[in-house]
C-alpha cells in the first residue's frame, strides 16, 4: 500500500512540471501494458490545471491508452504461450500484478468467448484493470480489429468524459468524480452488457 501510495504520488507531480504532457502519454501507455497507477489521476490534475485543455489531455491519454492496449495484445500474441505452457514474461506478470495469475487468465478466456466486443469494453470503460484484458485478448487471439475498435470507444469515452467534466465545471466536479465515476461507469456498463443479454437471448 505504502508503495503504490509513493507511486501515486510520484504520477501526480508531473502535473507540476513542464512535461506534465509527455509524462500523460507515457503512463497511459505504459498502463495498458503493466503500470499500476490509471492515467485518470494525472489526466484530471492536468485538466484542473488548465480547463482550456481538458479535452486535448483527453486525447493524448485516448490515444496512447489505445496504442498501449495494442502493445499488450502483442506481448500476449507473441510473448505470453509457448509449446511448453507459460513463457518466463507471463510468469513475471503472475507475479507483480494482483489479482493476475493462471486461473484469472483461463477466467478471462471464458469471458472473451462469451461476450466478446462487451467484455473488452468493459475492461476499457470501468475501473476493472485494463490491462489484464490487453495482454489476455493477445494471448486468446481475440479479433485485433474487434479489439481495437472496442478499446477506442471505451477508452476514449472515459478519458473524455472525465476531461469534458472538468471543462465544463471546473474544480467543483472533481470530488463527483472521485466519489461516482466509478459507480456510474460500472452501472452504464451493466446496462450495456444487459442488452446485449437482451438481443443474445430475448429478442
Not at 94 to 111: M, N, S, T, V, W
Not at 186 to 200: D, E, M, N, Q, R
Request: include cysteine; charged fraction near 15%.
Amino acid at each position: 500500500m505504502i508503495r503504490l501510495r509513493s507511486l501515486y504520488d510520484w504520477v501526480l507531480h508531473w502535473a507540476k512540471t513542464p512535461y506534465g504532457t509527455a509524462a500523460l502519454f507515457v503512463l497511459a501507455f505504459a498502463e495498458s501494458m503493466f503500470f499500476p497507477v490509471p492515467p485518470d489521476v494525472l489526466l484530471i490534475a492536468l485538466a484542473l490545471g488548465h480547463r482550456r485543455k481538458a479535452l486535448f489531455f483527453a486525447l493524448v491519454c485516448s490515444v496512447a491508452s489505445i496504442l498501449g492496449g495494442v502493445g499488450g495484445y502483442a506481448l500476449g500474441h507473441f510473448l505470453w504461450l509457448t509449446d511448453g505452457g507459460f513463457t518466463p514474461v507471463a510468469q513475471f506478470f503472475f507475479d507483480h500484478i494482483p489479482g493476475f495469475d493462471p486461473e484469472a487468465y483461463f477466467r478471462l478466456g471464458k469471458q472473451f468467448e462469451e461476450w466478446g466486443f462487451a467484455i473488452i469494453f468493459t475492461a476499457g470503460f470501468t475501473p476493472i484493470p485494463y490491462k489484464l484484458f490487453t495482454i489476455s485478448a493477445g494471448a486468446f487471439d481475440i479479433s485485433f480489429p474487434l479489439f481495437v475498435l472496442a478499446s477506442a470507444v471505451s477508452r476514449t469515452a472515459r478519458f473524455f468524459l472525465i476531461a469534458g467534466l472538468i471543462w465544463k465545471f471546473g474544480e467543483p466536479i472533481q470530488a463527483f468524480i472521485d466519489k461516482y465515476f466509478n459507480l456510474l461507469a460500472l452501472a452504464f456498463t451493466v446496462l450495456l452488457i444487459g442488452g446485449f443479454v437482451l438481443v443474445k437471448y430475448v429478442l
